[in-house]
């Protein structure tokens, strides 16, 4: 019984796949495509939440971006899943298909879970921002 069987519940994978570049050649706004679907994974409670977006927690500010909250969530995936952290993660349900957390779920950072058997499965740090 490996780390797999304890992925339980299902979620899609979306990917940018917008190439365009503005005239100043940085991207242009985000055009998300469905990449995978169906995916084995399993989202871990985490406790934390950040307020506050390129300010300091509390600040006061007339900038109603930086009074949102992000929630932090760490998901594992198999270790052969197409994921990178330009991906964004969509609708986290179970088998049943009733959603536990709906997306997007931006991916922050992947991080191979080494084994002396070799790696078994990816974890996903992501930000949810609500």
């Not at 270790?79 to 330009?86: G, H, L, P, S, V």
């Not at 991906?87 to 088998?95: E, W």
């Amino acid at each position: 019984m490996g780390v797999v069987s304890v992925m339980t519940q299902k979620c899609d994978i979306e990917r940018n796949a917008q190439t365009v570049k503005s005239g100043y050649n940085t991207p242009m706004s985000g055009a998300w495509q469905p990449h995978l679907t169906d995916v084995p994974c399993r989202l871990i409670p985490q406790t934390s939440n950040v307020r506050g977006i390129g300010g300091i927690v509390g600040e006061e500010s007339d900038i109603s971006q930086r009074e949102a909250s992000k929630n932090v969530v760490r998901l594992i995936f198999p270790f052969d899943t197409d994921i990178t952290e330009q991906d964004r993660i969509v609708n986290v349900r179970r088998r049943n298909g009733r959603v536990v957390m709906e997306g997007p779920i931006n991916v922050l950072l992947l991080r191979p879970a080494d084994r002396p058997t070799g790696p078994s499965h990816q974890n996903i740090i992501g930000e949810k921002i609500i």
